[in-house]
């Protein structure tokens, strides 16, 4: 996949530490699409931001298989946030239709169905009123190897190029307590740090958070939604900054 104008890769901007409206600025100059370039407009948070004040959207993306170069998007859902209160009512749920035939794995797992898609739009006719709705905020999301990967090949295909966002990553920040390894005494004496599941329903059972239906895009939004405000109650605070969990 070749990358797009001013393309710099996701592991760079981490070890860089990058300045994400500076980042954006550059982005919507370089942008073609004016969906793209409007979204990029928009401007994002910097880092140096209090959680309080940063507004979010948590984001979850339904899909036919878990490989962005050969699977594609068949629901969204998006959830206007801060860490304080959650927009239900703003909500967005999209059904979309893939160029190819659903999975019957795919099928059981997210429950949409052929007779479902048949009617839905291709992503690219909801497109302005997905960034729209994702312009100005944080993207929050459970595990961002999906939602970024997913819709920066989306975009490829459909308009020749991807798109770039900074998130926060409910899993990853399980994950720094739960997938660290273990202390030096530790690995002294042999013993393995005991593995956690950091899924969205396991991650959510460890902050007494109800069970909701897996797999629908807008009840995981929510449920995402839900997580990071529980992470950052009991781990975080709403004073701490925007840089300390988003990448």
């Given at each position: 996949?070749?990358?797009?104008?001013?393309?710099?890769?996701?592991?760079?901007?981490a070890a860089a530490g990058i300045a994400w409206p500076q980042r954006f600025a550059a982005l919507a100059a370089a942008a073609r699409d004016p969906r793209l370039q409007s979204f990029y407009a928009q401007?994002?948070?910097?880092?140096?931001?209090?959680?309080?004040?940063?507004?979010?959207?948590a984001l979850d993306i339904e899909t036919t298989g878990l490989d962005?170069?050969?699977?594609?998007?068949?629901?969204?859902?998006?959830?206007?946030?801060?860490?304080?209160?959650?927009?239900?009512?703003?909500?967005?749920y999209w059904v979309l239709r893939p160029d190819g035939d659903l999975k019957p794995e795919s099928v059981t797992i997210h429950a949409i169905t052929h007779a479902q898609?048949?009617?839905?739009?291709?992503?690219?006719?909801i497109l302005?009123?997905?960034?729209?709705?994702?312009?100005?905020?944080?993207?929050?999301v459970h595990c961002r190897s999906i939602e970024r990967g997913f819709l920066d090949a989306a975009l490829r295909a459909r308009i020749g190029e991807g798109i770039e966002f900074p998130v926060i990553d409910t899993m990853?920040?399980?994950?720094?307590?739960?997938?660290?390894?273990?202390?030096?005494?530790a690995w002294l004496l042999g013993r393995r740090?005991?593995?956690?599941?950091?899924?969205?329903?396991?991650?959510?059972?460890?902050?007494?958070?109800?069970?909701?239906r897996a797999h629908h895009a807008l009840t995981d939004a929510l449920a995402t939604a839900e997580l990071l405000q529980a992470q950052v109650a009991h781990r975080f605070s709403a004073e701490s900054s925007l840089r300390e969990l988003c990448l």
């Open positions: 996949m070749k990358a797009g104008p001013g393309h710099i890769s996701r592991r760079a901007r401007g994002v948070p910097a880092g140096d931001y209090l959680l309080k004040d940063v507004p979010m959207v962005p170069a050969r699977d594609e998007i068949v629901s969204i859902g998006v959830v206007p946030m801060t860490v304080t209160r959650i927009q239900a009512s703003a909500s967005r898609i048949e009617a839905a739009p291709d992503l690219d006719a302005g009123e997905l960034l729209e709705a994702l312009a100005g905020r944080i993207v929050v990853e920040l399980e994950a720094r307590l739960y997938r660290r390894p273990p202390g030096f005494f740090r005991r593995t956690e599941s950091i899924r969205l329903a396991d991650s959510r059972s460890r902050y007494k958070l109800p069970r909701y």
